[in-house]
């Protein structure tokens, strides 16, 4: 197996512009989780879906973020519009339910100029 | 409102010797601990967990602790080598209604010299 896989690995963007990381979880993995890593804070928990259905984006923290998953291959976490503040790294993850063990995509480091 | 503390920013241990990795968590609700490790420019990798209904969970030169009145639990590296060189995160989570979603500490560098 692949792993989580994320794209891209770097991204760096202008202020206002739009940026979406992608995400393809494990395989027959049924949860999917976004996190974000700054020095500030560590890695914080923005959302996570069981099933493709949101289940808590009380973390997403404007309403400038959206995440979605279409399907149980493939999620987004979208800002729009960026700012110098977002720059971060943000990791996907992904586990079976049931199991309490999350696998970590490589992540994406963002940087907004 | 962090409800993991990781309150040792960084740790540098002589190889050989034991690391001692401390963790404080304040959700009385958490019931699954674990431990993940990172390196540079790679997401965190699994090491090692343990289940509120345990104190001790040992796996090779890793071993964790868990004193559930203190809301503590420790990990141990015994003996440390310079591969074990990374930032340690604790993480905590609930029950199957949270998804099992994992609540991090800001994490603790760990340094090991030859």
């Known amino acids: 197996d692949a792993g989580v896989i994320q794209s891209p690995r770097h991204e760096v963007t202008e202020m206002g512009q739009e940026v979406t990381l992608r995400c393809k979880p494990i395989?027959?993995?049924?949860?999917l989780f976004w996190y974000r890593q700054t020095m500030m804070r560590g890695l914080e928990l923005l959302i996570y879906?069981?099933?493709?259905?949101?289940?808590?984006d009380s973390g997403m923290p404007e309403d400038r973020f959206s995440a979605k998953m279409p399907n149980a291959s493939f999620s987004t976490l979208k800002i729009q519009p960026s700012e110098p503040r977002d720059s971060a790294v943000y990791f996907c993850?992904?586990?079976?339910?049931?199991?309490?063990?999350?696998?970590f995509g490589q992540g994406t480091r963002l940087t907004v100029v | 409102d962090q409800q993991v503390k990781q309150n040792s920013p960084s740790l540098s241990v002589q190889e050989g010797r034991i690391s001692i990795l401390n963790c404080d968590y304040t959700?009385?609700?958490?019931?699954?601990f674990l431990w993940y490790k990172k390196y540079p420019a790679e997401g965190p990798t699994f090491l090692i967990s343990?289940?509120?209904?345990?104190d001790k969970n040992e796996d090779g030169r890793f071993t964790v602790f868990l004193n559930k009145s203190a809301k503590h639990l420790s990990l141990h590296i015994v003996p440390s080598q310079p591969g074990d060189s990374a930032v340690y995160f604790c993480?905590?989570?609930?029950?199957?209604?949270?998804?099992?979603?994992?609540?991090f500490g800001k994490g603790t560098s760990l340094l090991v010299t030859p």
């Open positions: 343990i289940s509120s209904i345990k």
């Open positions: 879906f069981n099933n493709n259905v949101p289940i808590d």
């Open positions: 959700n009385s609700m958490f019931d699954y």
């Open positions: 993480a905590a989570s609930a029950d199957a209604n949270s998804g099992y979603a994992l609540n």
């Open positions: 395989s027959g993995h049924n949860s």
């Open positions: 993850a992904s586990s079976l339910r049931g199991e309490t063990e999350a696998f």
